[in-house]
């Protein structure tokens, strides 16, 4: 008998080996890369916040693996459970977590210049971190059953995560928000919306950078975006006018937005990343001490332990948003490398996980959940390796935050249901 030919005896799937019925192991049936990954991740992450804080009265690289511990066992719970069961509950979530923000507002805690966190027995818990996932659940709700197929299905989800981008976004926390952001459009265009409409939703951004850093570039770029408008929207002339009409109405309101719509250290984080030697001993410290420390890592670096940047605290927040430049640092070029093909490999198991999935619910949350991780990896690493501005986005499972990680665990959980569930459909 082949040996891909599978049985079923007392209830139990047997794999069939030579004619003789064998029980797979356990170890067979664990999904290495959704699970190993992260895992690896947050065992070296451990190694480098004790590292980042040798020199340092406190160390959080114990509460980091505790916080893991606890993430786990949350994402194993939820791996047993259909997502289709979490239905009812989405927009009691979602009402909970969008109080949770408002709350920030009133009783939340301050630090570093933002109001973020909510005290609770102690512990300070960041609401933005569960409002993402709680986004996302309902987003793929709403998404399922009503796909987009014309402008008008936008309007639900974009009502839908504009409530909590707003009141992330005035914290202030740019950083967050800008998730929000690219989980609303990744879900859009995996939902149906055509490749068009993602420039044109990207377009009012554009618009504005260009008009404050190349004006002269609005000349070809405005009749580019009514020329797109005008292709891919019902009623042709008056799309394209309409299109036309907001990229000049953002080119004209951009010196007000800048002026008023961002804080002080938003506006220099935007200006600093392009020549922090302007104010290397202010707000471009973090990127040039970061720079210098990812390159000093050489090809294999230090070695763990050893960073002698990291042990002086020339990096300040190392053990949080600059975790990078620690790994950098003491494990080099190869080891930063290992890292982003380890998230590389995730990235590409839930995307088979999403095409898999038994319901476009379930794809959708797997695609939300890529969304959210990655799009923190990819402007983490820009923002530590100087190809970005400084936001406060931590690299997943890296960084030290005990919102973020048990958020992060829960995402993965809510995975790794959706992969059971689709092995299962294959394996009948």
């Known amino acids: 008998m082949a040996l891909s030919d599978w049985s079923s005896t007392r209830g139990r799937r047997l794999f069939v080996r030579g004619g003789v019925p064998q029980r797979r192991s356990w170890l067979t049936k664990v999904d290495k890369v959704l699970w190993g990954v992260p895992l690896a991740i947050t065992a070296v992450a451990g190694i480098l916040i004790a590292s980042t804080q040798r020199q340092a009265h406190y160390a959080d690289w114990y509460d980091h693996w505790i916080t893991a511990a606890l993430g786990l066992g949350l994402a194993l719970l939820l791996a047993r459970i259909p997502l289709d069961q979490l239905?009812?509950?989405?927009?009691?979530?979602?009402?909970?977590?969008?109080?949770?923000?408002?709350?920030?507002?009133?009783?939340?805690?301050?630090?570093?210049?933002?109001?973020?966190?909510?005290n609770i027995a102690g512990f300070h818990v960041q609401p933005s971190e569960f409002a993402k996932l709680a986004a996302i659940l309902l987003l793929a709700g709403i998404l399922a059953r009503f796909p987009v197929e014309r402008p008008v299905n936008l309007l639900r989800p974009t009502a839908l995560i504009g409530l909590p981008w707003v009141l992330v976004f005035i914290q202030p926390d740019l950083g967050t928000s800008l998730v929000f952001?690219?989980?609303?459009?990744?879900?859009?265009?995996?939902?149906?919306?055509?490749?068009?409409?993602?420039?044109?939703?990207?377009?009012?951004?554009?618009?504005?950078?260009?008009?404050?850093?190349?004006?002269?570039?609005?000349?070809?770029?405005?009749?580019?975006?009514?020329?797109l408008g005008w292709r891919s929207l019902p009623w042709k002339r008056f799309a394209s006018a309409g299109v036309l009409a907001l990229q000049a109405l953002f080119a004209l309101i951009t010196p007000y937005l800048w002026m008023h719509g961002l804080k002080d250290y938003q506006r220099q984080r935007l200006v600093l990343f392009l020549d922090p030697s302007q104010d290397p001993l202010g707000g471009g410290y973090h990127l040039i001490q970061?720079?210098?420390?990812?390159?000093?890592?050489?090809?294999?670096?230090?070695?763990?332990?050893?960073?002698?940047l990291t042990m002086l605290h020339f990096i300040p927040e190392q053990h949080t948003d600059f975790i990078f430049s620690a790994l950098g640092e003491e494990t080099g070029f190869l080891g930063s490398v290992l890292l982003?093909?380890?998230?590389?490999?995730?990235?590409?198991?839930?995307?088979?996980?999403?095409?898999?999935?038994?319901?476009?619910?379930?794809?959708?949350?797997?695609?939300?959940?890529?969304?959210?991780?990655?799009?923190?990896?990819?402007?983490?690493?820009?923002?530590?390796?100087?190809l970005g501005p400084v936001t406060g986005i931590p690299l997943p499972w890296m960084s030290y935050g005990r919102s973020a990680m048990l958020v992060n665990c829960a995402a993965l959980g809510l995975c790794a249901s959706v992969a059971r569930r689709g092995r299962l459909r294959q394996a009948r």
Do not use: K
């Not at 909970?96 to 630090?111: D, F, H, Y």
């Not at 377009?203 to 580019?224: N, R």
């Not at 970061?290 to 002698?308: A, D, E, K, Y």
């Open 87 to 118: 239905r009812p509950w989405l927009l009691p979530l979602y009402g909970l977590t969008v109080i949770s923000l408002m709350a920030v507002r009133v009783v939340g805690t301050s630090a570093l210049g933002a109001q973020r966190w909510i």
């Open 181 to 227: 952001g690219a989980i609303w459009l990744v879900m859009l265009y995996w939902a149906g919306m055509p490749g068009a409409w993602v420039t044109l939703l990207l377009s009012p951004l554009l618009t504005a950078i260009l008009a404050g850093a190349l004006p002269w570039a609005l000349v070809a770029w405005l009749p580019l975006v009514a020329w």
């Open 290 to 308: 970061s720079q210098i420390g990812i390159g000093s890592g050489g090809l294999l670096g230090t070695g763990l332990m050893q960073g002698h």
């Open 340 to 386: 982003i093909v380890g998230y590389v490999l995730l990235l590409h198991r839930l995307l088979q996980i999403a095409g898999r999935a038994r319901s476009d619910f379930e794809s959708l949350v797997v695609i939300g959940i890529a969304a959210m991780l990655m799009f923190q990896v990819i402007v983490n690493i820009c923002m530590t390796t100087g």
